[in-house]
């Protein structure tokens, strides 16, 4: 670890960043074939020795899977840390700070932030640190008058959408009426209005002759629904069976009715009793009494004639009653759809209403407690630990900006006096999802902010979007910020049925295949005399910048495991760094015409590319086969950090 820690030292770095693209979960393992690629980027973060600032790019376009390669990289860190023992090559106190750089905020203030929550939740030491710095980041005075005024805020607000969910409490309870009276289009306004000729007739002869016929017919409504049972809707109808113009005549015609054939079938029975005594009366009587006989069969026709036409009188009513009440009930069911769907809409309002006066209530009971907080420390002169989760650079930009700085400023000169923790890799996710400008200056900021130990950054994102955030000279800029990097779309297997395969097995038998041994490490295998006198050889080649001669031994050491041919792979990993465009695309078409098994001698080259692939054919016992320089191209293109 020594030399890459010396040469890396003068490299500025860059932060982390990683856009949600392909999602299979960051604990399944190696389902796109990363493990390889990102483990031992993982192992040099978490390694003690490597005390060095240091940047790691993952590179690929979008859908490529960098978010997936960067979760394993800081699954594979924290399991190295966590099984960290005294002969373990790793350091114990590993910080894993997980950055969304979309969040809107300023990226000092964002990178501190992920920093002070992943101290905060390691807890002990390093979450007594994060509060110390914090405290040291703020003057006194300032943080109270800020904290103050942050609090009146929040209840400000909170007092408006409190307000706010009272209002919509009572739109609810008065829905119905709204819909009937003030909704105009809902459903029952518009069919009442296409029917307002019938509605107007059957509420005429009802005896409703003055006033708005729609009105009235809406205020009938609302008597209606407002009892919505089956007795309630039975009861609307034996209401309308009597209490309105017409209807009680009519049974009350019917009972006279009912009273008459009652009495006609009295008569009938006792006819011979009365027609006897009415006979006894003279000799008038008896000339009476005789037409009666003669007649008496009209009285049964009468009792039948009675009987139906009260019976008669009883289906008028009800079939008015029908005829009023059904345009009622059609008008509650339109009704109740109306409400049904306003409720529907309104619940929601009331949810998100009250999720969000619930989110201001625990802000506000949270500045509170800060601004206690602040106002006890400016009292007291010192630092009072905090107690709640919220992030300390919620106050005004300029402040946060300054507090973040320190923060982080603190952060590192209390690492190096051995204080904090041994790294804090910081893991800077969807710089995808900012403009290329602003993705390119968040970098530019981290790499101020972050070039100092105990950090470590990690970044996923579009090269290709970066250079263009850069502006002209973008495709040198890449290479500047990190000092080692995986192309994910390079590294990756593309062994989709396997990917299926991984995605679709029980998670306790992905789980048995993670191989997180923390005994050993790559970057402790020792580099050979013989791979030194290479190395030195094809540093002019690759070295047109300390920066590029860090990156082409870090690079070497990290991937030398992976390659059948270690001076192949050297040669292949020189050219990429520092060959320029017409050199490499040269060998490049010489590898493809050449024959796999033969060796590799391709005429025509430049002068110094023909020396350093003689000295790495040199190397190899027979010389270097074509095929081992194609896997070491494929290789060094996965780790390349140039935009071309």
């Known amino acids: 670890m020594t030399e890459t820690s010396t040469l890396v030292q003068d490299v500025e770095p860059v932060p982390a960043s990683a856009p949600a693209e392909v999602r299979t979960t960051p604990e399944s393992t190696d389902a796109l074939g990363f493990d390889a690629a990102v483990r031992g980027l993982a ?58 750089a979309s969040a809107g905020a300023e990226p000092a203030v964002t990178l501190a932030a992920g920093v002070y929550e992943a101290m905060r939740a390691t807890g002990g030491n390093n979450a007594a640190l994060a509060e110390e710095a914090v405290a040291s980041g703020a ?23 409190r307000q706010t969910l009272r209002e919509l409490s009572g739109r609810r309870a008065r829905l119905a009426e709204t819909v009937l009276y003030q909704a105009g289009g809902s459903r029952i306004d518009s069919w009442a209005r296409a029917n307002r000729g019938r509605i107007e007739s059957r509420l005429r002869a009802f005896g409703f002759e003055s006033g708005d016929p729609v009105a009235t017919y809406k205020d009938l409504v609302r008597d209606v629904s407002d009892n919505r049972s089956l007795a309630g809707r039975a009861g609307a109808f034996l209401h309308a069976m009597w209490a309105f113009r017409g209807q009680a005549r009519l049974l009350v015609l019917a009972v006279v009715l009912v009273l008459i054939a009652w009495a006609l079938g009295l008569a009938n029975d006792t006819r011979g009793a009365w027609i006897g005594w009415i006979g006894e009366q003279g000799e008038l009587g008896q000339s009476t009494a005789a037409w009666l006989r003669a007649q008496i069969g009209v009285l049964s026709g009468l009792r039948t004639l009675s009987m139906w036409a009260a019976l008669g009188c009883v289906v008028l009513n009800i079939w008015r009653a029908s005829r009023f009440v059904s345009p009622l009930l059609r008008g509650v069911a339109l009704l109740e759809a109306d409400t049904e769907a306003g409720q529907r809409e309104i619940d929601s309002m009331i949810g998100n209403q009250t999720r969000l006066v ?26 009072v630990h905090r107690h709640d989760d919220a992030s300390p650079f919620e106050v005004a930009e300029s402040e946060a900006r300054r507090q973040a700085r320190r923060f982080l400023q603190t952060v590192a000169q209390e690492a190096a006096r051995g204080a904090g923790p041994d790294r804090v890799i910081v893991a800077i996710d969807d710089l995808d999802a900012l403009s290329p ?44 910020r990190a000092q080692i990097g995986v192309r994910i779309d390079a590294a990756s297997s593309k062994d989709y049925a396997h990917l299926v395969r991984r995605l ?46 860090a990156q082409f031994i870090t690079v070497y050491r990290l991937a030398r495991t992976r390659a059948a041919s270690w001076p192949a792979l050297a040669f ?52 270097l086969k074509t095929k081992q320089l194609r896997e070491a191209s494929a290789i060094a293109a996965a780790h390349s950090l140039a935009v071309r």
Do not use: C, Y
């Not at 013989?530 to 002019?540: D, I, R, S, V």
């Open 358 to 383: 619930d989110d201001l209530a625990a802000q506000a009971d949270a500045q509170a407690r800060r601004t206690e907080e602040a106002e006890r420390r400016a009292a007291s002169g010192g630092s």
């Open 572 to 623: 292949a990993l020189a050219l990429d760094i520092g060959g320029t465009d017409d050199e490499r695309a040269s060998i490049a078409k010489a590898l493809e015409s050449a024959d796999a098994d033969a060796a590799f001698e391709p005429a025509g080259q430049p002068p110094r590319i023909a020396d350093a692939l003689a000295a790495a054919q040199a190397r190899e016992a027979g010389g």
């Open 437 to 480: 400008a602003k993705a390119a200056a968040f970098l530019d900021e981290a790499a101020l902010l972050l070039a100092r130990s105990p950090f470590i950054v990690v970044f996923a994102a579009d090269a290709e979007r970066l250079a263009q955030g850069w502006g002209p000279d973008g495709a040198s800029r890449l290479a500047r």
């Open 43 to 100: 192992e040099l973060a978490a390694h003690r020795s490597e005390n060095n600032p240091l940047t790691m790019a993952l590179l690929g376009p979008a859908g490529s899977g960098k978010s997936f390669a960067l979760g394993r990289l800081l699954d594979f860190a924290q399991a190295f840390s966590r099984s960290a023992g005294p002969d373990s090559p790793f350091a114990p106190n590993v910080v894993i700070a997980r950055v969304d």
């Open 139 to 161: 003057d006194p005075v300032d943080a109270v008058r800020v904290a103050s005024e942050r609090l009146i805020e929040l209840r400000r607000r909170l007092d408006g959408e």
């Open 504 to 549: 679709l097995a029980p998670r306790e038998a992905a789980a048995a295949t993670a191989d997180h041994d923390a005994k050993t490490s790559i970057w402790d295998q020792p580099v050979s005399a013989e791979e030194t006198e290479l190395l030195q050889k094809l540093a002019p080649l690759a070295g047109r910048s300390p920066g590029a001669v």
